[in-house]
């Protein structure tokens, strides 16, 4: 089954090294999610996608219509925290503070119920053994920040790869987990299906390395697609190379992609899938 998704923020919510202060930054750069959101809406709306959305609280508060459309157009919505801060730079209260805001600001919003989180950044690790506690605490049980992989700056597993869904046990209670699956590839393990690896690497092979796989979790931003975006002071030559690679074909691409797969969102995927038949793992094997 093959998964998509977008992260709704702004083109500079980007966690280079000042990462865990881009709260700062909503006053420092004009927004460009007026323009882009719709772009990609009209998109998914001509292929008949329906997407799952994880939406910064910060900026759904700013544009509350944008949240209000995305919701109209029936994708699911869910919480991708409040200020777009690492989840691995704060405390287990903080970040219990920042995802309740998140909640809050999205509920109000939607007058829907916020059940699905994804970290900014993918930014869970050993760094976070109070992670999907917190979330079950605040009435989330569908995540979508684990990554097997320890190339990503905030966050990442070194284990082996669990490429489909499964659950996570947090002391009796169950996280329904989304990881993001990743490619081996000389010893190596690296994403293909979003965000700046899938602006990297040549359509054809993200095409074959979908086509061969049983779950697959897209996720995009609408900085992959913005060009002329300004790139933001104190870039380091290696970050402008991940950040803005590829952008100006990024769109066509993600049209190709949308037309050679019958993607859905989680939630629709939920009300096909046998949890019984998927992994429960421990989330004492995640410390
Ligand atoms: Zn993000």
Not at 1 to 26: A, C, P, Q, Y
Request: charged residues 25%.
């Amino acid at each position: 089954m093959k998964l998509i998704s977008f992260d709704v923020e702004e083109w500079f919510h980007i966690l280079n090294k000042n990462g865990n202060h881009t709260r700062k930054l909503m006053d420092l750069y004009p927004s460009k999610l007026e323009n882009e959101i719709p772009k990609i809406l009209d998109t998914l709306e001509m292929q008949k996608v329906k997407c799952t959305f994880f939406c910064v609280g910060s900026v759904a508060k700013k544009f509350p219509r944008i949240i209000k459309r995305i919701q109209k157009d029936g994708h699911q919505i869910g919480s991708h925290s409040y200020y777009h801060e690492p989840v691995s730079c704060q405390t287990q209260s903080e970040f219990a503070a920042d995802l309740r805001l998140s909640i809050d600001c999205l509920e109000q919003i939607t007058g829907e119920k916020v059940h699905c989180y994804r970290a900014p950044g993918f930014s869970v690790s050993t760094l976070t053994p109070w992670f999907f506690e917190t979330l079950i605490e605040n009435g989330i049980d569908t995540d979508s920040s684990i990554v097997f992989s320890s190339n990503l700056k905030y966050g990442g597993f070194k284990k082996e790869a669990i490429n489909e869904p499964f659950l996570i046990d947090v002391n009796g209670a169950f996280i329904k987990e989304y990881p993001i699956p990743t490619k081996r590839f000389f010893h190596k393990k690296f994403i293909y299906s979003g965000g700046g690896y899938f602006r990297f690497f040549p359509y054809q092979f993200v095409k074959k390395w979908t086509i061969g796989k049983n779950y697959v979790m897209a996720y995009f931003h609408y900085r992959d697609f913005y060009i002329n975006q300004p790139i933001l002071p104190g870039t380091s030559a290696i970050d402008k190379f991940y950040i803005y690679y590829g952008i100006t074909s990024a769109f066509s691409k993600f049209k190709n992609y949308l037309e050679d797969f019958a993607f859905t969102n989680i939630s629709d995927f939920d009300k096909k899938i046998n949890w019984n038949n998927q992994r429960t793992i421990n989330f004492q094997a995640f410390l």
